[in-house]
């Protein structure tokens, strides 16, 4: 974290964001669920240590909506700035897939788990959950199986408009998450097809995520992803760290 706090010092950012995961999910091996005293103190710490930048602390949540109970802990253990909720993975028969493994089974397969992830993400909006802004909105997209036909926004128009406006109407925030600025535009998840029809459909605001995991990639992909969201007709706002409006 403090590498971060340094590397955003040097890119010359007036703050940054640790949006720390909060899974239930175990997909990695030694992923421990989130210590949110320990986390907050290290968010202390970078803020003596880096006066001049401002530093928000967040969580993003997997999966709330499957653990209700472990999600309001959290929330209850300390003051978060930015919470995220996100889906990374899906229920196919017994099985709980992530979506990075989607490209490792067969087409149809695959196929049927990107649609279960959009229905999930929906159930996730619809659900009760506490959370302010969609993370990462067609995740999937990063790790699309090369066999099949290439992502393209229109294929799942439908899948992504209900989700959308599910999200304008509890007031959510859409992240445009710039999956670290590696791979350009083909890599924002969502693209500017989306941002439009966020704000075509009425959606309030956008928040801004690099998903950077690693100090290098603090706010990767930030200058062409102002561009998109800006096209998309979102303004911004007079404090930097504030969300984009329409
Ligand atoms: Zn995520």
Known sequence: MER???RAVELGLPGIAFTEHADWVAIHDGQRPMDVA???????????RFKGLRILSGVEFGEPHWFPEESAAILAGGKLDRVLGSVHCVRIGSEIIDASEFRFRPASE???AIKEYFREMLDLVDSPQHFDALAHLDYPKRYWPS????????DFEEELRAILTAAQ????????????GDGGEQRFCPGRKVLRWWHEMGGEAV?????????EA??????LAVEIVEAAGFKPAKDPLA???R
Do not use: I
Not at 169 to 180: C, F, I, P, Y
């Open 147 to 154: 066999d099949l036909p290439l992502y393209r926004e229109e």
């Open 243 to 245: 969300l984009w409006r």
């Open 207 to 215: 928040s801004f995520g690099s998903d950077a995991h690693h100090p």
């Open 38 to 48: 320990g986390y907050l103190d290290a968010v202390e710490r970078c803020r003596q």
């Open 169 to 180: 109407k509890r007031g959510l925030v859409l992240e445009a998450n710039t999956t670290r």
């Open 4 to 6: 971060s706090c340094e």
């Open 218 to 223: 603090v706010a990767g992909g930030f200058k």
């Open 110 to 112: 695959a196929m049927n």
